[in-house]
């Protein structure tokens, strides 16, 4: 089940360029990691891009973690020493991955096309041709030091 995202939480997920993914595998163990995403309104995505891997793509801990626990987390943040800037999105959902070709293509075409758009780095990436994750956000919490 999908959450409403009000005008606030959309500009602050639009606004950031780099969130933190945590996925679990079927025995509970965590695993955390940056990533690129772009947010269409409703879910967010993330490329399984070109960056040095120490393993081929369909092998990432991030997505074996998917395919055997979908529940996910992805924490979007603002630090500072200025501790009255501090806030921060933390978003509970459901994690699939869309394959090219496979029955979200349509999705992963739009992700492929938006991901290009925020990050030009991609651009120059085959990421058409590569597992795209998608986040359907169930709950979220969102924090701020200041009611901005």
Partial sequence: MAVEITDRIRQFIDDHRVARLATSDATGELFLVPICYVFDGVCVYSAIDEKPKRVVPGELR??????????????????????????????????QIAEPGGPLTAEHANAVAALRLKYHQYRAMSIEQRPIIKIVPERLHFWSATAH
């Avoid at 626990?69 to 994690?95: C, F, K, M, Q």
């Fill in 62 to 95: 991030r997505l074996r973690n998917i395919q055997s626990n979908p529940r996910v987390a992805l924490l979007i943040d603002d630090y500072s020493e200025n501790w009255s800037d501090l806030a921060y999105l933390l978003i509970h959902g459901t994690a």
